[in-house]
């Protein structure tokens, strides 16, 4: 069945447990909102307060209203992994790395190395290059590839890129 509540921070706006939202400010009384999928594939409806727009995250407004937070934990997780199952079983409260960790144990995240990580400044081409400049001053190699000093010597070291050859 479903149930309503107000929405903490939002006069005039209502959430229910099946997630729609409705709006009892003056010109759209009672109207249930249009939601939108964000482009990381969360559901998100967008609420005004003050005259000014707030997109908010609907999982996030669903556990705030249903979902209980004893430990007053910061984040919001879907236990099944599907960012538009917003169902209030579906739902925890969760620190920071609770959530990173759920995300590696139910392999929704894999940590990227070399290339494949989205910080990566360098191919494992130009690192191999790099490695057999040694000998060479960090700094003129750091020049040669438009990264830093510092970055040169963690790969040089093999503390960065230690598994390419």
Known sequence: MEKWSSIEGFPGYEISTLGRV??????DAGRVLKTWKSPRGYINVTLFLNGKRKPSLLHRLIGKAFVPNP????E????NGIKDDNRTENLEWVTASE??????DTGLTSKAFGEKNGN?????SEV?????LKGQTQQNIADMF?????????????EQWADVV
Do not use: C, M, W, Y
């Not at 430990?71 to 910061?74: A, F, G, L, T, Y």
């Not at 919001?76 to 236990?79: A, D, E, F």
């Open 120 to 124: 990566a400044k360098l191919t494992e």
């Open 128 to 132: 191999r290059q790099i490695k057999q």
């Open 99 to 104: 959530n990173v960790q759920h995300g590696f």
């Open 76 to 79: 919001i997780n879907h236990l």
């Open 71 to 74: 430990d007053n934990k910061p």
């Open 146 to 158: 438009g990264t830093s000093q510092g970055n040169i010597g963690r790969i040089l070291r093999g």
């Open 22 to 27: 409705k709006s009892f400010r003056r010109h």
